[in-house]
């Protein structure tokens, strides 16, 4: 994710007044019940305990003059313990009309003093193991929800369709789903709107199909990606097709009123996807491309996996800012909320190094602007990258920037062979998976053979501008 630098300033002032939630769930052992979240302190209602997805396959028809979404969900999973009773994350104004478990008709709820919770109890105990088939229709009409630091999230309206961005909490407005980032599952989603509009997923484009006025748009990504780097993104977009130097093929979608900007900038995809794949190894996915909304109010581009979502036409860096995250966020993803810097400070990072690349600041040079501001300057320092407090800081300014720095300066202590031996292998160890800031720093420190406790406290822990 990538903020608007004049949002960031009204979220900062925005923060200080907002409370968290805090208290995660437990999951009792002898319980056949699914916990109704999956421990995660910020977010403590996001997914689901009892169960593991495989994959989902969505069914999406949308009504832009009326926001109405009817869905069909299909939800491949297996228990991991004995279940008579587990949970969807859904938020209540998708009200659900019927639940099949195993292709038999179970009950279920959607409590008001839960949220999101789509409470569901399948006909017969499922065991250990087994399969969970979890066939969901349900229909609403369609809204985004606000987040902790005040920024859209999920299913945002906009004046021909609806821009998808669904970090950090966004997925439940639109599908049934295991919302924590680590239920990594595969995809297809079908998009099914008016003639003429557009509806853009992640990975394969796999057609379109038309009758009686509607057109359906299918996609397939068959990687599993964490549920909020989802997207079905609906339109009136230009789409270009076509295939990378390197041989990846892409599909883009401009919003009309953004496509002139857009375009110098977007058509350096496979030049800056060639150089992230040089300095972190290959280009994790089958597909590319990038959705180009005309939806300023949204406020920030996102890392939608294969397919980065902006708001507006990108700006170089943020272009590339997002698509280093299909390497750093997508491929390899946060554990918990507050591992948010091994998505933004190595995103931001990249760009500073596809900054030198281009030859605009070196990457030293960024650094040295960073260390330019005094101790007493918050909005750069503080949050500690690697601590944010809450929910609400979890995109802060310092996250990124003193995120980046962190990086940079771990790169001139070890040199770059030895700092890119060490995220080569970082993200090889993850692939498709997911990881936490401690694993990161006793892996630097392991291949090194430094030792960086010190360091990483003061760059990433310490309240405080590093080494002040
Ligand atoms: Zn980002």
Redesign the pocket.
Known sequence: ??TSRILQTVLGVLGAGLLMISGAPADAGVSTVGATGAGDPFFPRQGNGGYRVEHYNLAIDYHPATHHLAGRARIVAHATKLLTRFDLDLRRFMHVQSVQVNGAPATFAQPRAEVQELVISPAAPVAQGQPLVVTVLYAGTAHDIFDPDGSPDGFIVTRDGAMVANEPQGAPTWFPVNDTPRDKATYRVQVTVPRGLVAVSNGAFRGRTTSNGRTTWHWRMGTPISSYLVTATIGKFTVRQGTTTTGIPYFTAYDPAEQAAAMPVVHRLGAVLKFFSRKYGKYPYGWAGAIVEHARFVGYAL?TATRPLFDRAPDALTFA??LA?QWF?DDVTLRHWRDIWL??GF??FSDWLWDEHRGGLTAHQHLRRLLSHPPSAKYEWLPAPAAPPDSVHIFANSV?ERGAGALQALRQKLGSPMFFRILRGWLRAHRYSNASVPQFTAYAQQVSGRNLHHFFYEWLYRPAKPFS
Request: no cysteine; glycine share 8%.
């Open positions: 994710m990538r890392e800012h997002e995250h966020g998505n933004e995103a931001e990124y």
